[in-house]
């Protein structure tokens, strides 16, 4: 079979090792005296399912995307205009929200789809600074001061309060599984195929009669949809959102998580967000000038680990 | 001949000052294999561009099975029956040998927006795909990935996926590029074998492989079309002997 489709022996346990270390942080850090950790961790997740959005259309896809944090950013902001004019109802909020994105998605992806390789990093780059630029300009919404969110989403169960942090913790969690859970579902379907087929060979997926734009173009959505609800998360754990968390340097990070755990593989993503937020949490630590042992570790993992950390972690078993 | 499968009117196409069809007029019938020749830039390949949509002619049109089909896209006239190989090896080389027809046949079940099934254990797929496999001489090599495939291998493999799209008609753009005098021979055979069901267009610079399997030739010549006839009336056409066949090559 195709390298790294099957969750099979090495990959699927590290799978279930990364989602059983989240699902026992708050407790596990807590207990080891640094229950700082569990806020890292939610931040780790919600990023995770942004970089395995981006995962769809780059490592699957071959559409290479440097304008993908637009829509952590549009996601956010939804949430945040949303509450601003007293709209705090989740089941109002969150379609909305999801709806935002696939439309923007849409639009970006009908215009950026029709160029290839660096037009298409150039399109989409662009294309996200416009909406950059445009939650910079929008005072009534804190321009670049950004937007403090008073009061999260509202589900109205008395019981599922996101206000609660154990609460808003598992919903991270539950909406990372999810995500992992339909990306598997999705790469492994006709749908994927074609995606993966057309970054492989696209002339050759057009001449046996797939018209390949279309389903590229779906991919682009969903992958949008996917990092727009990352963005709702966001949005609701940090309380806040700002136009800093969809200027081009996200995007190149989420670029980065990508390629540092795994292109194209399913766990990727999550082990690139991870080892990511978490070496620059701990250099932060040893020293104030943390980039300059930071950026020459990415230089070299991009070097020597063609596969990122899973590659690196599974050689012999992913063959990709 | 009305009843042409496949006919060209007058198609023109150029890239600036070069013209590489100047009113090609063309016509296959049901069952023969249409061999298409001429010497290095004569346009054979921009012809089968032209046919299988990769390109849109500037004039003239393309007619298919009895319908218009020279503004369709690429995807939609291999719906139409109008299937492809290219002169470059072109599979998907990441792929199985087997994912790689499957993914041919999976074209042709409808649309693919199917989101949620695996489709690499459908036995709707995987079945046809065996069988396509069998037939160009495959059979054991499909769980090895395309990219790993010796070239003679590669080009039978693309043969599969021409036939998995379902077509009437083969537009075979120098299926022995690149091949061995031994692989020559087993495609010549392929082909043979498969002339009792496809209609064919091939372009080919092996002349043994013209000779062996063309029912008719066209002689093609920057851009225009200097002869078409029986191989032996090519053979011996004065026109056709000083333009390539008597001047370039010694065969």
Known sequence: MIAGINMKSATSWMT???????????????ALGEP?????????????????????IMGY??????????????????????????LD????????????CAVVGLIFGFISLRTRGVYFIMITLALAQMI??????????????GLN???????????????????????????????????????????????????????????????????????????????GIAGILQANFEKFVSPDMMNWPVSGELIFMVVLGGMGTLIGPVVGALVFLLLSEILKDITEHWHIIFGPFLVLVVLFARGGVVGLLTTGVSRE | MSDALLSTVSLRKSFGGVVAADGVS???????????????????????????????????????????????????????????????????????????????????QGHSFKFWKPALEDLALRQPAATILAQVGLADRADIV???????????????????????????????????????????????????????????????????????ITVLVYGREIATGAPADIRANAEVRDAYLGASETD
């Not at chain 1, 700082?36 to 769809?56: E, T």
């Not at chain 1, 896809?61 to 829509?71: D, L, N, R, W």
């Not at chain 2, 002619?57 to 029956?81: H, N, T």
């Not at chain 2, 021979?185 to 009792?196: A, F, I, P």
Request: aromatic fraction near 10%.
């Open chain 1, 132 to 145: 950059f630029f445009l939650s910079v300009s929008a005072e009534q919404y804190g321009s670049d001061d």
């Open chain 1, 149 to 227: 969110i008073w009061q999260r989403s509202e589900f109205g169960v008395a019981w599922f309060d996101l206000e609660n942090a154990l609460t808003m913790y598992y919903v991270i969690f539950a909406f990372l599984v999810a995500a992992l859970f339909a990306m598997w579902r999705i790469v492994n379907s006709r749908f994927g195929l074609v995606v993966r087929g057309s970054r492989s060979n696209d002339l050759r997926m057009q001449a046996v009669g797939f018209p390949t734009y279309r389903y590229r173009l779906t991919a682009f959505v969903i992958a949008g949809v996917m990092c």
């Open chain 2, 146 to 216: 395309a990219g790993n495939l010796a070239h003679g291998e590669q080009r039978q493999l693309e043969i599969a996926m021409v036939l998995a799209t379902g077509p009437k008609m083969l537009l075979l753009d120098e299926p022995m590029a690149g091949m061995g005098i031994e692989e020559s021979q087993r495609m010549v055979e392929l082909l043979q074998d498969l002339k009792s069901q496809y209609t064919m267009l091939l372009i080919e610079h092996d002349m043994d492989a013209v000779f062996a399997l063309a029912d008719r």
């Open chain 1, 36 to 56: 700082f950790y569990v806020k890292v961790f939610a931040r780790v997740m919600i990023w995770s399912i942004a970089a395995i959005s981006l995962n769809l």
């Open chain 1, 16 to 30: 279930l090792g990364v989602l059983v270390m989240f699902a026992v942080m708050p407790f596990l850090a807590p």
């Open chain 1, 61 to 86: 896809g071959g559409m290479i995307s440097f304008g993908h944090a637009v829509f952590l950013g549009i996601g956010g902001y939804s949430i945040g205009i949303a509450s601003t004019h007293g």
């Open chain 2, 26 to 108: 063309l016509e296959v019938v049901p069952g023969e294999i249409h061999a298409v020749i001429g010497p290095n830039g004569a346009g054979k390949t921009t012809l089968v561009n032209l046919l299988s949509g990769l390109l849109t002619p500037d004039a003239g049109d393309i007619v298919f099975d009895g319908r218009p089909v020279g503004r369709l896209s690429a995807a939609a006239r291999v719906k139409r029956g109008l299937a492809r190989s290219f002169q470059i090896t072109s599979v998907l080389r990441e792929f199985t040998a087997a994912d790689n027809v499957a993914l041919a046949i999976q074209a042709r």
């Open chain 1, 89 to 100: 109802n989740a089941w109002i909020q969150w379609p909305l929200a999801i709806g935002v």
